[in-house]
């Protein structure tokens, strides 16, 4: 959304105009979240009307209440990333978001009057502490933007025309934060002839941001709102970035690695699994072909295609395909299965809700892991030979039971993978595939395993892969 006023400049060097450039850059984007099969309700660029109109007339209203008056700035500013910034901002003299050149600058321009409002914000900070996540991001704010004293923010430029401009003052464009950031509120219709879905849907409870616009969002948002007399989102949760082991991705480095390329060729579920499992919510996560193409052997294939596929065949050989009914406790560790099962799915639940979903993930592949392990001490081969057959059937049972659990937790990040389980499984009725229904053992009436499993995940030779990955790189 804010990529609309960001990049004009950019637009320029590939001798588009600005709007041609963004169109472009939304197409992009668009077709990323297809191709990541990213399903979402409506997609507002701030270049459309409904959007323009509507922060015109917010920025009026902070000029009628007095929080935006006339000024004059000289600064430091960046102008592809439309930022001023003070000497001691830059690092090496440089931007310190994109490490590029900055122009000393002076116009004529808008304020907004932050400093009103800091000692509001902070108290804000204090009294909800689900307000930001993860909390870390809070005293960085608090720190490093501020204590030092929160500088009342220049609103407008006047050194291009391209943007929103100023209704009574139209050689004033609106300064890309100011009016992007509002883009939250009129995507629902706020102060237009319907706002029906801002009445429903305000405020949000939660707005996802990259950690390089938290300050924008951690700051000036709130700020703006609170001028508005509005409620503020009930989180705002801050992610990090995708980093190689040499830093940030860069073409001059030669190290950008594409997400369709991998989804390509591993498909979008083990791609998706990387990425999150990867990326902790509290630090950077790190992508390297040698670490995907591990997690793709061990967690996928190892870990999680082959207990499926060993659980199929054995209902196969010892059921004749069918799943046998609920037997609670005939082996010693049943109930020690269903205990830590239980467990770790509330441990989930909890880490799920708190948006900690690299740790969440990995409470699933702990059940995995146990659910494993739960094979080699209960050895149903033994039982079968040794005609147990009640201590053989429960542990059956128990396995189809957990893989359908499994099946369930991974949906929200791996919907293919977990559809084909229950469908391996023969699990139709839609009253085993609700989250409700993982709280307990359910009896699985008439389940029928497919008569030859197929390997969700097969095994990758990893040398080979790890080299087809890096000659696809900055391709
Ligand atoms: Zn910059």
């Given at each position: 959304m804010n990529m609309d006023k960001k990049y004009g400049n950019i637009a320029e060097k590939e001798g588009l105009t600005p709007q041609e450039y963004v169109d472009k850059m939304a197409i992009q984007a668009k077709k990323l979240w297809s191709y990541m099969d990213i399903k979402y309700d409506d997609f507002i660029r701030t270049t459309e009307d409904r959007h323009t109109r509507i922060a015109q007339k917010i920025f009026d209203i902070f000029l009628e209440k007095g929080d935006i008056y006339k000024g004059e700035y000289e600064g430091l500013y960046c102008i592809p990333c439309e930022t001023f910034f003070t000497q001691t901002q830059l690092i090496n003299g440089k931007c310190?978001?994109?490490?590029r050149d900055v122009v000393k600058m002076k116009e004529e321009a808008y304020f907004f009057n932050m400093k009103k409002y800091a000692d509001r914000l902070i108290e804000y900070y204090d009294k909800h502490p689900?307000?930001?996540?993860?909390?870390y991001r809070k005293n960085e704010m608090i720190n490093n933007f501020i204590k030092p004293g929160l500088e009342d923010l220049c609103?407008?430029?006047?050194?291009?025309?391209?943007g929103i401009k100023?209704?009574?003052?139209?050689?004033h464009v609106i300064y890309v934060w100011l009016d992007a950031l509002t883009n939250y509120l009129t995507a629902l219709?706020?102060?237009?002839?319907?706002d029906s879905l801002f009445k429903k849907y305000w405020p949000a409870d939660l707005q996802i941001v990259g950690k390089d616009i938290a300050r924008f969002h951690l700051i000036y948002w709130p700020i703006f709102l609170m001028a508005l007399d509005l409620p503020l989102p009930k989180t705002i949760l801050v992610h990090n970035w995708i980093m190689m082991k040499d830093g940030k991705m860069s073409k001059s480095k030669g190290n950008v690695i594409y997400p369709e390329m991998l989804i390509e060729k591993y498909g979008l579920d083990a791609t998706k699994y990387f990425l999150l499992r990867e990326m902790p919510v509290s630090q950077d996560g790190v992508f390297t072909p040698e670490a995907f193409i591990q997690r793709y052997n061990y967690?996928?294939?190892?870990?999680?295609s082959n207990l499926l596929n060993r659980t199929v065949s054995m209902v196969n050989k010892y059921f004749g395909g069918s799943v046998p009914s609920k037997i609670i406790?005939?082996?010693?560790v049943d109930e020690e299965l269903e205990k830590y099962t239980s467990e770790k799915i509330q441990k989930f639940e909890e880490l799920w809700n708190s948006y900690e979903i690299a740790n969440a993930i990995q409470e699933i592949w702990n059940i995995i892991a146990r659910t494993n392990k739960y094979i080699d001490e209960t050895m149903p081969w033994e039982l079968s030979k040794n005609q147990e057959n009640q201590k053989l059937e429960s542990c059956i049972y128990h396995l189809v039971e957990n893989i359908r659990k499994i099946a369930i937790l991974i949906k929200p990040f791996m919907e293919n993978t977990s559809n084909e389980i229950l469908r391996q499984l023969g699990i139709n009725d839609e009253k085993y595939k609700t989250?409700?229904?993982?709280m307990n053992l359910q009896e699985l009436k008439d389940c029928k395993v497919i008569e030859k499993g197929e390997p969700i995940f097969m095994r990758l030779k990893e040398n080979e892969e790890v080299e087809y990955i890096k000659s696809k790189m900055n391709v």
């Open positions: 310190p978001d994109c490490g689900d307000f930001i996540k993860p909390d609103v407008t430029r006047t050194s291009f025309d391209w100023v209704t009574k003052d139209p050689k219709g706020y102060l237009s002839e319907d967690d996928l294939c190892n870990d999680l406790n005939a082996n010693e989250w409700q229904s993982i």
